[in-house]
């Protein structure tokens, strides 16, 4: 059974950085792309940063720049380095699975799905 959890949410004044973890088990695969989603109350699930098992990488325009997804395997970890926060960062941030190539930012492009971790940036 896939199982994706995410860490390293927190609190943080605009200009501060954070760094999430996504970590996956229950599967292996050779082919996948995984990616960072974000929703803010009120808000649709937004794609932000999205990597493919070839390491090629797709950002959402608001966050080019500012962050960077990466991924390490074995462990199947993903990451995303969030620097320059600003309060419209503002969201619950979750990491999503699928087994397919293609770095894309669609919510129905993912199969799988983490619980999500809380980032607030205060301004």
């Known amino acids: 059974q896939v199982h994706l959890v995410e860490s390293g949410g927190g609190s943080v004044q605009a200009g501060g950085s954070l760094r999430l973890s996504c970590v996956g088990s229950?599967?292996?695969?050779?082919?996948?792309?995984m990616a960072w989603f974000r929703q803010a109350p009120g808000e649709e699930r937004e794609g932000v940063a999205s990597?493919?098992?070839?390491?090629?990488?797709n950002y959402a325009d608001s966050v080019k720049g500012r962050f960077t997804i990466s991924k390490q395997t074995p462990t199947d970890r993903l990451y995303l380095q969030m620097n320059s926060l600003k309060p419209e960062d503002t969201a619950l941030y979750y990491c999503?699975?699928?087994?397919?190539?293609?770095?894309?930012?669609?919510?129905?492009?993912?199969?799988?799905w983490g619980q999500g971790t809380q980032v607030t940036v205060s301004s």
């Open positions: 990597i493919d098992s070839d390491g090629n990488t």
């Open positions: 999503a699975l699928a087994f397919e190539r293609r770095p894309l930012l669609r919510s129905d492009e993912y199969k799988y």
């Open positions: 229950g599967y292996g695969a050779n082919v996948y792309r």
